[in-house]
């Protein structure tokens, strides 16, 4: 044998080598980053952005807690609160957030005037009520009185006009705008307005810091228990093609619900990182109200009944067309989904 051939045969092998170990090094390659897309939790983590309306109050806390449990589960959720309610909604049509949160009668209108957005699950309950300062202790006694609202197209303006549509008719408030519950809560602890939509936390926090000072005029708490006025909701795309993360959100949100429903102290422990601005001392009565009413549901809210009772309601006080159909609002295959893993409360 030649020197030539020999050195040929010695060359072959390694050359086959070599590219044998290039092989594998581009497969593992392909295979790690595969494992990344398909595990969030595995490397980076996954940005989901919700949108709120105005600042953060007592009903939100628990989404904000789940939000911070949702790190274990591979996701970074950012909250971020807008001026108004319309605003909430736009960002989510705009792609400028993934899921929302706001006043259901603002993004049910955005739907019917074909939004491609769907309800997935109900952060709260209804928790407004409509307060008068003073000697404003009757729909009646509003005439004329400065009633501030929180924007043109807020769940709590519905609601205002509706049941004075109904039981005032005559009645003819000064509508001021005035952003956030708790703005309007001050301005009404200031007197400079007669009377407004509260949350119950507010509601709460005026009575504590002036008792028999404030009237509820109604509580729409209690008269509508079933009104869908606080839902998370994505667009449709998302919901198809983001299952994962939705079942993700889900699941943390009603883990959190669950622990509040169960542990009396859970959210009292809680709550304060996230509402410094709050009186620490009327926390814990705020959230003993808002446990008592069951505001937030450990089973995602959104049940047939209390959808079919929402689009009605709405339809009837003329705030949403009359051909709008609950299929068109809601899509709970998700949170059925979850329901069904990891059972019903």
């Known amino acids: 044998m030649s020197p030539v051939s020999?050195?040929?045969n010695n060359r072959k092998p390694r050359w086959m080598l070599f590219s044998l170990i290039l092989a594998l090094s581009i497969g593992l390659l392909v295979l790690n980053s595969c494992k990344k897309e398909e595990s969030p939790g595995a490397g980076k983590l996954e940005k989901l952005v919700v949108s709120f309306p105005s600042t953060a109050d007592l009903a939100d806390v628990p989404g904000l807690l789940a939000f911070e449990n949702m790190r274990a589960m591979g996701y970074e959720v950012v909250p971020k609160f807008m001026a108004k309610s319309e605003l909430a909604v736009e960002a989510v049509v705009r792609g400028d957030a993934h899921i929302g949160n706001t006043g259901g009668v603002t993004l049910y209108n955005a739907i019917a005037e074909g939004a491609k957005i769907k309800v997935f699950m109900q952060q709260s309950g209804n928790p407004w009520a409509l307060v008068g300062r003073g000697n404003v202790k009757t729909l009646q006694d509003l005439d004329g009185k400065k009633l501030a609202q929180h924007s043109p197209a807020a769940e709590s303006k519905a609601l205002t006009d509706m049941i004075l549509a109904t039981k005032a008719p005559n009645v003819k408030p000064?509508?001021?705008?005035?952003?956030?519950?708790?703005?309007?809560?001050?301005?009404?602890?200031?007197?400079?307005i007669d009377a407004s939509p509260l949350e119950l936390s507010d509601l709460i926090g005026l009575n504590i810091k002036q008792p028999g000072n404030f009237n509820v005029l109604v509580s729409f708490t209690q008269e509508l228990p079933l009104l869908q006025t606080s839902p998370f909701y994505a667009g449709t795309s998302f919901l198809a093609e983001k299952k994962g993360a939705v079942k993700s959100f889900i699941r943390a949100i009603l883990d959190t619900h669950l622990k509040i429903a169960e542990d009396a102290t859970f959210l009292k422990e809680q709550a304060p990182k996230y509402l410094p601005g709050y009186d620490q001392e009327q926390?814990?009565?705020m959230i003993d109200v808002y446990r008592q009413y069951?505001?937030?549901?450990?089973?995602?809210g959104i049940e047939p009944e209390?959808?079919?009772?929402?689009?009605?309601?709405?339809?009837?006080?003329?705030?949403?067309?009359?051909n709008l159909k609950t299929e068109q609002i809601y899509d709970r295959s998700l949170l059925d989904e979850v329901l069904k893993e990891i059972g019903k409360k």
Do not use: H
């Open 294 to 300: 069951g505001l937030w549901p450990v089973n995602g």
């Open 174 to 192: 000064q509508v001021l705008i005035i952003a956030g519950s708790d703005n309007r809560a001050q301005a009404l602890l200031q007197g400079d």
């Open 306 to 322: 209390a959808q079919k009772f929402t689009i009605d309601f709405y339809i009837e006080g003329k705030k949403l067309p009359e």
């Open 6 to 8: 020999s050195s040929s």
């Open 283 to 285: 926390l814990p009565q």
